[in-house]
T-cell receptor, first 113, second 110 residues
């Protein structure tokens, strides 16, 4: 089954404790991206990757890092999480950003205390 | 910035037709998406418009006018399950930057 898988789905952590949210897709997609969703602000792009070893900042990259060492994986790293990073995070992938459907993972709800 | 504007909330009656508008800045425009998102779930793809005109897909249609920076999503024969948030998103500058509007929360009432 074609899918985008994120882990963990839910996480409560404390300020400053490094964490990684993994994202994996099995559709051989070149384009992958991360978003956060907050009430009243909609979905905002954090980082995106056009292909392996090619990443770029979205609208809200501060406090986040990403890597794209393999085509299928695009982890989101929070080196020193802060409470303002409490949010619902979505990973998504597609064949290319302007070729059609973007497939989303189920989301990861992160709470930073 | 590249703002995407859409109404925050709309209410419609089961069986009716509703049109959700989206306006965006035209400079660098590459394409426009519509997504549906039910509460607590991931967004699901509805349509992708690159050229001007209307594209119909079952009960849902999407329209684009590139010169006006305007799109709408038309939902016909509304059903209760259509109650959801509808997200408009634009790709700019042939790159990977995707900008979403805040979403329109649609409530369908009996």
């Amino acid at each position: 089954e074609a899918q985008v898988t994120q882990n963990p789905r839910y996480l409560i952590t404390v300020t400053g404790k490094k964490l990684t949210v993994t994202c994996s897709q099995n559709m051989n997609h070149e384009y992958m991206s991360w978003y956060r969703q907050d009430p009243g602000l909609g979905l905002r792009q954090i980082y995106y990757s056009m292909n392996v070893e090619v990443t770029d900042k979205g609208d809200v990259p501060e406090g986040y890092k990403v890597s794209r060492k393999e085509k299928r994986n695009f982890p989101l790293i929070l080196e020193s999480p802060s409470p303002n990073q409490t949010s619902l995070y979505f990973c998504a992938s597609s064949s290319g950003p302007d070729v059609g459907e973007l497939f989303f993972g189920e989301g990861s709800r992160l709470t930073v205390l | 910035g590249q703002n995407i504007d859409q109404p925050t909330e709309m209410t419609a009656t089961e069986g009716a037709i509703v049109q959700i508008n989206c306006t965006y800045q035209t400079s660098g425009f590459n394409g426009l998406f519509w997504y549906q998102q039910h509460a607590g779930e991931a967004p699901t793809f509805l349509s992708y418009n690159v050229l001007d005109g209307l594209e119909e897909k079952g009960r849902f249609s999407s329209f684009l006018s590139r010169s006006k920076g305007y799109s709408y999503l038309l939902l016909k024969e509304l059903q209760m399950k259509d109650s959801a948030s509808y997200l408009c998103a634009v790709i700019y500058n042939q790159g990977g930057k995707l900008i979403f509007g805040q979403g329109t929360e649609l409530s369908v009432k009996p």
